[in-house]
């Protein structure tokens, strides 16, 4: 049971440049996020998924865009990457009656 | 959306004391309060919560409280060990969002 996966575990992207972080979870849960993490900030919402096909703004989604493919898998999409995206990404699932289970995060650097 | 804020940044014990990390939220509709704990370079984890209809929960050293009509709710930690230091996150759950605080570390000093 490998929980909720996530890739890649580093990237360095150029300003201007644009990838996907790639989130899958198995334990059948309706509801997942993503989250930024920077120092003192705690963690940040960027946008959250009731179900599949679903998506709603979080606290900081400007500059992001998701999918949600299906009920396993949730990418988060940097269209043109800025330095202030310099962060730790996680992605969390949750089955909407319990607390949200983390995956492994991504570190981020936009240089 | 919800403003969870979380006190204190960092706290400092010695081994054995009681350490107490202070929350509060600003959305009385907030339902259900995870804490999380957060070792450096690991995920955060699920280590105890607490729903709104209840106003304490404990297991082994560690317990909750939660004052709904303050919006208040904390966490206690028992006879601390150096193992349980680590950064601890306070969320509130609005509408199944889950909103953070900013985070206590805590340090157990042997």
């Known amino acids: 049971n490998a929980g909720v996966t996530q890739t890649p575990k580093f990237q360095v992207l150029k300003t201007g440049q644009s990838m996907t972080l790639q989130c899958a979870q198995d334990?059948?849960?309706?509801?997942m996020y993503w989250y930024r993490q920077d120092p003192g900030m705690g963690l940040r919402l960027i946008y959250y998924?009731?179900?599949?096909?679903?998506?709603d703004k979080g606290e900081v989604p400007n500059g992001y865009n998701v999918s949600r493919l299906n009920k396993r898998e949730f990418s988060l999409r940097l269209e043109s990457a800025a330095p202030s995206q310099t962060s730790v990404y996680f992605c969390?699932?949750?089955?909407?009656?319990?607390?949200?289970?983390f995956g492994q995060g991504t570190r981020l650097t936009v240089v | 959306g919800e403003n969870v804020e979380q006190h204190p940044s960092t706290l400092s014990v010695q081994e054995g004391d009681s350490a107490v990390i202070k929350c509060t939220y600003s959305?009385?509709?907030?339902?259900?309060f995870p804490w999380y704990k957060q070792e450096l370079g690991k995920r955060p984890q699920l280590i105890i919560d607490?729903?709104?209809?209840?106003g304490e929960k404990k297991d082994q050293r560690i317990a909750v409280t939660l004052n709904k009509t303050a919006k208040h709710f904390s966490l206690h930690i028992t006879e601390t060990q150096p193992e349980d230091s680590a950064v601890y996150f306070c969320?509130?759950?609005?509408?199944?969002?889950?909103?953070f605080g900013s985070g206590t570390k805590l340090n157990v000093k042997p």
């Open positions: 969390a699932s949750s089955s909407g009656t319990a607390g949200a289970f």
């Open positions: 334990m059948n849960h309706n509801s």
């Open positions: 998924s009731a179900s599949e096909g679903t998506t």
């Open positions: 959305d009385s509709a907030s339902n259900y």
């Open positions: 607490i729903r709104s209809n209840v």
């Open positions: 969320a509130a759950t609005l509408f199944n969002k889950f909103y």
